[in-house]
């Protein structure tokens, strides 16, 4: 069965400082991994697919199939990244399968 | 252009009655998808459509939950005999295909008293 765990549901970090939102899944196959953001008050929208590999808004994310992670990471938090971030999955990027979320506040 | 609406955006109902939500895909998408979010949970997939087929509805909780689209355009979710566990907010997307980047809609708050 497909997972996707997000240990953290808050975090908070000062704005300069290093971000890294955990991912954790599950899955037997191939997974295609995605980040969605949610800002306050806007519609869930994807932020990066591992399948990409680019660099969005300053964040990245790499695909460990061996910790079976797949952690958002940005060097430098700025204030307008405080949001609510989704962890998803799917084996064929139709039935995908969310994490219950970050919400991420970067203080100034 | 105009993105993913739903409608309504919020329905209060009582427990035991039938409600309808509808979404608006962008036009000229071919796939839609419907998910549930229940508070403090990431988004729950429920059922996706390729066209007017539902091309997987494996994400429906029970039978009570139905979900057309007809013309392959507009959805419709249908819920009946609603009972307080189905209160959440309920998203659609859209993306232009299958395996393309999927376009949310601000979604309905359904609250079931």
């Known amino acids: 069965a497909q997972r996707v765990t997000q240990p953290e549901k808050l975090l908070s970090v000062f704005k300069g400082a290093p971000v890294e939102l955990k991912c954790n899944y599950s899955?037997?196959?191939?997974?295609?991994l995605f980040w969605y953001v949610q800002y306050s008050r806007q519609r869930l929208q994807l932020l990066l697919r591992?399948?990409s590999r680019e660099s969005i808004k300053g964040f990245t994310a790499d695909l460990n199939k061996g910790e079976t992670s797949f952690h958002l990471k940005k060097p430098f938090a700025q204030e307008e990244d405080s949001a609510m971030y989704y962890c998803?999955?799917?084996?064929?990027?139709?039935?995908?399968?969310f994490g219950a979320g970050t919400r991420l506040t970067v203080k100034p | 252009g105009a993105g993913v609406s739903q409608t309504p955006s919020n329905k209060v109902t009582e427990k035991g009655k039938y409600v309808e939500l509808r979404c608006d895909p962008i036009?000229?998408?071919?796939?839609l998808y419907w998910y549930r979010q229940s508070l403090g949970q990431g988004p729950e997939f429920l059922i996706y459509?390729?066209?007017?087929?539902?091309?997987?509805d494996s994400g429906l909780p029970n039978d009570r939950f139905f979900a057309v689209r007809p013309e392959g355009s507009v959805s419709t979710l249908k819920i009946q005999r609603t009972e307080r566990g189905d209160s959440a907010v309920y998203l659609c997307?859209?993306?232009?295909?299958?395996?393309?980047?999927?376009?949310f809609g601000p979604g309905t708050r359904l609250t079931v008293l």
């Open positions: 459509f390729q066209g007017t087929g539902a091309a997987d």
């Open positions: 998803a999955l799917s084996k064929d990027n139709n039935d995908m399968r």
């Open positions: 591992h399948i």
């Open positions: 899955y037997s196959g191939s997974p295609e």
């Open positions: 036009s000229g998408h071919t796939a």
């Open positions: 997307a859209s993306s232009p295909r299958l395996v393309d980047e999927q376009f």
